[in-house]
């Protein structure tokens, strides 16, 4: 193959730790699901009623992911930045318009995540019917941890919990899911050729909040392993 000359250096792609290996997992698309806990839905002042309606999802780049482990500047524009924990599901294997069967056979592992959410812009965002991008897309603003390896295994319960500074501020179970993961990927891959190394957010359940410069959030979920991210000075 030919090199190819670039006009400067791209960057390097981004990947994520494998419990158990040393290969690194490499990402391709961020997903995120909007609302798949009904406690979270009302505390955000909606409810969810999946008899009539779809998930919402949301995307990031992955040139804005950030690893656990890492210390992130408090962001610019926000005086509300929040924590959303969610479970990340990490694909293998590419699906379009898939059923729920073989969307479990796509499941590579699961990993801890951070949803950080500028909610002040999300609420004007909202507010004005205008796009969301400003306000989940925020650079190191989705956080993921170490994949668990899970050959196809679908996560259906499980505790999942996030602390700050060592105060538990989420805790909830998975099968508090709206919509379970088979759904969420049949579903998500009538929009779009679904690739391995996709990732998806499945949404958070109650208790998100703001996160203050200088705190550590710490998150574990069963199954799923652990997260630990740092907030650092505003810039
Ligand atoms: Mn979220």
């Not at 969610?86 to 995540?113: H, K, N, Q």
């Not at 002040?120 to 603003?141: F, I, R």
């Not at 505790?159 to 990927?185: C, F, K, T, Y």
């Not at 779009?192 to 990732?199: E, K, R, S």
Request: charged fraction near 20%.
């Amino acid at each position: 193959m030919p090199e190819i000359n670039y006009l400067w250096t791209p960057p390097a792609p981004v990947s994520l730790p494998v419990r158990g290996t040393s290969a690194r997992f490499p990402v391709n698309r961020l997903f995120f699901v909007g609302r798949n806990y009904q406690a979270h839905a009302i505390e955000m002042g909606t409810s969810v009623d999946k008899s009539s309606m779809r998930p919402v999802y949301f995307t990031k780049s992955s040139a804005n992911l950030a690893q656990s482990g890492s210390v992130a500047p408090y962001p610019p524009e926000t005086a509300d930045y929040h924590h959303e924990m969610e479970l990340v599901v990490a694909l293998d294997e590419p699906g379009f318009r898939v059923d729920e069967a073989a969307a479990a056979r796509m499941i590579y592992g699961y990993a801890c995540g951070l949803d950080m959410t500028r909610r002040d812009l999300q609420a004007a965002a909202k507010a004005k019917g205008n796009p969301w991008d400003l306000a989940k897309n925020v650079e190191h603003g989705a956080v993921c941890g170490e994949i668990t390896p899970a050959g196809g295994h679908v996560l259906r319960k499980g505790e999942i919990s996030l602390s700050v500074n060592g105060e538990r501020r989420q805790h909830a179970d998975l099968d508090n899911m709206i919509w379970s993961i088979p759904e969420l990927i049949a579903d998500l891959s009538t929009y779009y050729h679904l690739q391995p190394g996709d990732l998806i957010f499945t949404g958070t359940p109650e208790g998100v909040g703001p996160v203050q410069p200088g705190d550590r959030l710490e998150g574990r979920i069963e199954g799923a392993g652990t997260i630990v991210f740092g907030i650092g000075p505003a810039e």
